[in-house]
């Protein structure tokens, strides 16, 4: 079953990410447009382990488009998954117009024990992918452990145990 889509457009450019799920696993998949929609590429599957995917109408994958240079954007994927009983989220790039895309990685600070989900994706004017999630960790820092480039911030909300990570992905 294809549900969960989110989408992304920078001018002529179109990407939707979506789930795909059988009883039994979930991945997440990428379409990609140089038409404004009008026609898309073929789908390619984005995270490179099969089946560890979670995605739900509340938690669905989310795209983003990073401008370039060159014309085509790179492509930016973030996603919830599960491994060894524990939620994570994951990213995972394309450089090529979503022929396809590099191996995933977690998201820095969201692979820690404890829940975490609701993520979303942006860029800011300077093209720096900016990652923001619900995360019920008791946390006041998070170590970041890939270089100056990346920072994090725990915003805290209103709400008792509840706080907001961001963190910029260069």
Known sequence: TNA????AAHGRFVAIAWSAATVARMDVYVAFSTNA??????????????????????QPPRVALVP??????????????????ATLLRVSRSRNGAT???????????????????????????GRVLVVWLDHRELVDVPMAHGADRKST???????NISYAVFCLK
């Open 100 to 126: 396809s895309f590099g191996m995933d990685q977690p998201v820095p600070g969201s692979d820690a024990a404890g829940a975490r989900g609701w993520q979303s994706v942006a860029v800011d004017g300077r």
């Open 37 to 58: 929609g009008r026609s898309f590429g073929t789908p390619v599957m984005v995270n490179h382990t099969s089946g560890e995917a979670r995605a739900s109408g509340e």
């Open 4 to 7: 969960t889509p989110s989408v």
């Open 154 to 160: 725990r915003l805290n909300s209103s709400h008792a």
């Open 68 to 85: 370039r240079p060159s014309g085509v954007p790179e492509i930016v994927v973030v996603w919830a998954a599960k491994r060894a009983g």
